[in-house]
């Protein structure tokens, strides 16, 4: 690593043996490149099979905070009065045989708070039924503090820091089909 590390949030692919849909799983980490991450994509879905990347983003302003990753003894937890959260909000429209899912990141001081970001999204507007995850109410189960979804090693060696941005920027996103041995 050279210093210049990103958080990455990326969505994996893979159909797993004896599965009839390909399945998606969120993956959090820190690098200076995607293929950095490799190894600890392969360690978060071990039984997954043959992974790719359907979506990624380097996480680098979220609600009017610009993301850092610093060393993990470089940081003050008392300092850190907002917390990055990924959450994942799912809806229902009658008559569909699915599942709509809605993925973000939101800025908070506490999960109580990223809740109430949430239901306020326009996203359950649109659904005859929504609710994050699998839940039909908003459930802080289905909430993460994104720190403690990152690999093991990342966890220990970096954090999450966040400062009140002055110019907005928009992160590098990738949509498509990225096999993992391509990188």
């Not at 993956?27 to 950095?36: L, Q, R, V, Y």
């Not at 839940?135 to 970096?158: N, R």
Request: net charge negative; glycine share 6%.
């Amino acid at each position: 690593m050279t210093g210049n590390e990103s958080l990455f949030m990326l969505m994996l692919g893979c159909k797993p043996e004896g599965r009839h849909t390909e399945q998606h799983d969120i993956f959090f980490g820190i690098g200076n490149s995607i293929k950095d991450l490799v190894p600890d994509i392969k360690a978060f879905w071990p039984d997954a099979g043959e992974i790719h990347i359907d979506a990624w983003q380097a996480i680098t302003q979220v609600d009017g905070f610009d993301i850092h990753i610093a060393p993990i003894d470089s940081i003050n937890k008392e300092d850190n009065l907002q917390h990055l959260f990924f959450i994942n909000l799912g809806g229902y429209t009658n008559n569909v045989f699915d599942e709509q899912h809605y993925k973000m990141l939101v800025v908070a001081p506490n999960m109580d708070n990223a809740k109430k970001i949430a239901k306020g999204n326009p996203f359950f507007a649109q659904f005859d039924q929504a609710h994050i995850d699998d839940k039909y109410a908003i459930d802080v189960d289905d909430i993460y503090k994104v720190e403690t979804i990152l690999p093991a090693l990342a966890q220990s060696k970096y954090g999450i820091v966040l400062q009140p941005a002055t110019t907005t920027k928009t992160s590098a996103m990738a949509l498509g089909y990225f096999q993992l041995h391509l990188l």
